[in-house]
């Protein structure tokens, strides 16, 4: 069983920074992908952002030019960089980690406890 803990999160001004990371452990996926969703109050969890043992990332259209998903291979950590945030960022992020990447959250097997991000105005 794989094992997902994020860090980072935080309370930030509109147009600011934060930089989100998940550390792997346990029974890690050998070649899958990690990615990161988010869930507002009354909302469902959405996709962010998935990149691939290769390196390959997918993006939300949402955050397209405004975050950057990136991973250590060595560390079994992928990171969330977040610029230019805005209120309607705000929400509780989570890890995941499969062993192929998707938008739909049903396809990835593990999840992190969730770290909550707020953008004010």
């Known amino acids: 069983q794989v094992q997902l803990v994020e860090s980072g999160g935080g309370l930030v001004q509109a147009g600011g920074s934060l930089r989100l990371s998940c550390a792997a452990s346990?029974?890690?996926?050998?070649?899958?992908?990690m990615g990161w969703f988010r869930q507002a109050p009354g909302k469902e969890r959405e996709f962010v952002a998935a990149?691939?043992?290769?390196?390959?990332?997918l993006y939300a259209e949402s955050v397209k030019g405004r975050f950057t998903i990136s991973r250590d291979y060595a560390k079994i950590t992928v990171y969330l960089q977040m610029n230019s945030l805005k209120p309607e960022d705000t929400a509780v992020y989570y890890c995941?980690?499969?062993?192929?990447?998707?938008?739909?959250?049903?396809?990835?097997?593990?999840w992190g406890q969730g770290t909550q991000v707020t953008v004010s105005s």
């Open positions: 995941a980690a499969s062993a192929a990447a998707a938008t739909k959250a049903e396809a990835w097997r593990s």
């Open positions: 346990g029974r890690t996926f050998s070649n899958g992908a």
């Open positions: 990149i691939r043992w290769t390196g390959g990332t």
